[in-house]
């Protein structure tokens, strides 16, 4: 998700606590994982990881004049790993909309009903073909299924549920309605819950606030829209030429061969795009952690293609657009893919389409993201490398985003910056983030990192820990490990991790394996405690510099010194110079000193007034 724009301030509270090395992280979920073989100590998974799958073959209808969305859906649930259970849980996500539910994101009055997300049936399909009714009962976003016996590892439980739910149109909640008849629909089916080795089942419930968790499934869907609504989704179209006129299957087909963009929906043709005003539209996809459509029989079209790796047929990218200076976005979705695919993490983009929606804020998808257009090129740029950079954290790597955002989120923010830096025309991304992470540096409502997200509900706190304190401490650990380490951490983690759960100990474990340093006392100060961002020089004698870490966090030093001689030196150490509960380094230099100041404006520091240090006259 885009993350806010903090307003910028300087504070100067602080506090100091006290760091020990450490040996192992806190917590025994993620260590009972590794005594039962499925998680390890280096980061990999363990030899008896197994991930739960599960495939969707849903048949659903959207009303666009009365926001009905209706559908039947079963769910064939591979339950490959797991203890014996009667209980299945399905994320009911859009009953944030639902009258009585908890939430924390606001939602226009309107769009609140009584039923939320109405379940009007629920069967299980046994073995014999038979159905059986199970008993159920609906808890804020989850739906919880007594199964007809216990289910257990290795078997495939069949699931069939009928639903009905009205779409809000008012609020744009990751989604909604936009324009007319425009419409981008997440999080609109019963999804099965994702059952792992370290929580069980995941029975967080979402308020608005926190992300979500998603299960690798394959997805054979059904669509039926009329209007002459368009439909562009996750997966791969079954059927355009049941869907589409000629001409527009012959631009698609241009445009999947080119780097060139082609409009595919213009104003002029967009009355003749379908060959009929209702339509099926037949999407599958496979591999993929959810699925999300968009319609309007009122947009642009814009579409190109790109060879992200040798030998993989070539990734379709398209925009579809109210505003014509949105076009551009294109280019940018481009050059995302190619370096994501072979700089960092230098994994080719593993989808067949990328396509981005004009609708609001920045919301990433398998394959989709709804994102507004601020026509301010630095901004436009990081939002859209930003949402396609989570196609590998979230998606590729099922991370848990719902309790600890900072995973997809920090890394999402730390993997393009670079790349970000290069294209964007005025910013610099590290000093923006250093600036945010400072408002919240020393205040009393700041939590650690680790905190799970559906904990943190301040959301400058919840926005900060999520995004740029990870984001440095990932660009202060690649000052530690070096641009070749941190190159192989970044690839080789999202390679194991493919399809599976990886949780934030998986992590910090790999980076630690791959780079043969202990790290923990570095995380540790980074995501377990609060801390505060503060280095002072606190002495110079005898051409001794004497500075203290005041605020726990390992910073990087970086030094700059007036010689007496008026010659400079910039002196730097990486964070581990703090390693062993060390706070305070000294430093010789053998000249007379006149000036020195510690921090730039790449290093976050809350206390400014410590920082500089001047001889007597
Ligand atoms: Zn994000």
């Known amino acids: ?95 944030i909309y639902k009258k009585g539910v908890q939430r924390l994101r606001q939602c226009a009055v309107e769009d609140i009903t009584d039923e939320g997300m109405e379940i009007l049936d629920v069967q299980q399909i046994l073995k014999t073909g038979k159905n059986s009714d199970v008993f159920t009962s609906i808890s804020g976003t989850k739906l919880f299924i007594t199964l007809n016996g216990r289910m257990k590892e290795g078997e495939t439980v069949s699931i069939y549920i009928k639903w009905r739910n009205k779409i809000a149109a008012n609020t744009h909640h990751r989604g909604g309605k936009y324009r007319e008849n425009s419409w981008f629909i997440p999080y609109w089916y019963p999804q099965i819950a994702v059952y792992d080795d370290i929580y069980g089942w995941d029975r967080i419930n979402h308020s608005g606030n926190e992300e979500f968790l998603f299960e690798f499934a394959n997805y ?28 527009i299957i012959t631009l698609i087909d241009k445009a999947s061969r080119t780097n060139a963009k082609i409009d ?12 009929q005003s209702q339509n099926t539209w037949h999407f599958k996809a496979d591999s993929v952690p959810d699925f999300v459509f968009a319609c309007s029989n009122e947009v642009n079209w814009t579409m190109s293609s790109l060879q992200v790796a040798p030998k993989k047929p070539r990734t379709k990218t398209s925009v579809v657009y109210f505003d014509g200076r949105f076009k551009g976005v294109l280019d940018m979705v481009n050059k995302t893919l190619d370096y994501l695919s072979n700089q960092r993490p230098n994994v080719p983009y593993p989808y067949s389409h990328m396509t981005i929606f004009q609708g609001s804020g920045g919301m990433e998808f398998p394959m989709m993201v709804n994102e507004d257009f601020d026509n301010n090129y630095d901004d436009d740029f990081f939002t859209t490398s930003h949402e396609v950079t989570h196609s590998y954290f979230p998606f590729m790597t099922g991370m848990y985003q719902n309790r600890y955002a900072f995973m997809d989120e920090g890394l999402t923010m730390f993997v393009p910056q670079i790349f970000q830096n290069n294209n964007f025309e005025h910013r610099d991304i590290i000093t923006s983030a250093v600036r945010n992470m400072l408002y919240s540096q020393g205040s009393d409502d700041n939590v650690p990192v680790m905190t799970p997200s559906y904990s943190q509900t301040d959301l400058w706190v919840y926005t900060i820990n999520s995004y740029y304190k990870p984001q440095l401490a990932y660009t202060f650990l690649e000052d530690i ?13 999202t ?63 970086y030094l700059k010194i007036n010689y007496k001689d008026g010659t400079t030196e910039i002196i730097e150490r990486n964070a581990l110079c703090w390693a062993g509960g060390n706070n305070v380094v000294n430093m010789s230099v053998k000249k007379d000193i006149e000036f020195i100041q510690i921090g730039n404006e790449r290093i976050p520091d809350a206390d400014l007034s410590n920082n500089n240090w001047r001889a007597d006259k």
Request: hydrophobic letters at 40%; charged letters at 20%; proline letters at 4%.
């Open 1 to 95: 998700m885009k993350l806010l724009n903090i307003i910028v301030l300087s504070l100067t509270v602080f506090f100091c606590l006290e760091v020990s090395a450490q040996t192992e992280y806190p917590g025994k979920n993620f260590y009972v994982a590794v005594k039962n073989g499925t998680r390890t100590l280096t980061g990999v998974p363990g030899k008896d990881y197994k991930n739960n799958f599960a495939e969707y073959k849903i048949d659903a209808k959207f009303d666009s004049q009365t926001h009905i969305l209706e559908g039947e859906e079963t769910i064939l649930y591979h339950y490959n790993s797991g203890a014996p259970t009667t209980t299945m849980v399905v994320n009911l996500y859009r009953n």
């Open 220 to 247: 054979d869907v059904n669509l039926t829209i009329a209007d002459n609504l368009c439909v562009w989704a996750t997966g791969e179209l079954q059927n355009r030429d049941q869907i589409f006129n000629k001409n």
């Open 481 to 493: 490990v070096g641009e070749e380490v941190m190159s192989k951490i970044l690839k080789e983690f």
């Open 264 to 275: 595919i929906i213009t104003p002029q043709n967009r009355s003749a795009v379908l060959k």
């Open 495 to 557: 390679l194991n991790w493919i399809g599976k759960h990886p949780h934030p100990y998986d992590f910090f474990n790999f980076c630690e394996h791959v780079s043969s340093l202990n790290l923990k006392e570095f995380f540790y100060s980074w995501f377990f405690i609060t801390g505060v961002p503060d280095l002072a020089v606190i002495q110079v004698k005898d051409n001794v510099i004497t500075i203290e870490n005041k605020g726990s966090i390992m910073l990087p030093i």
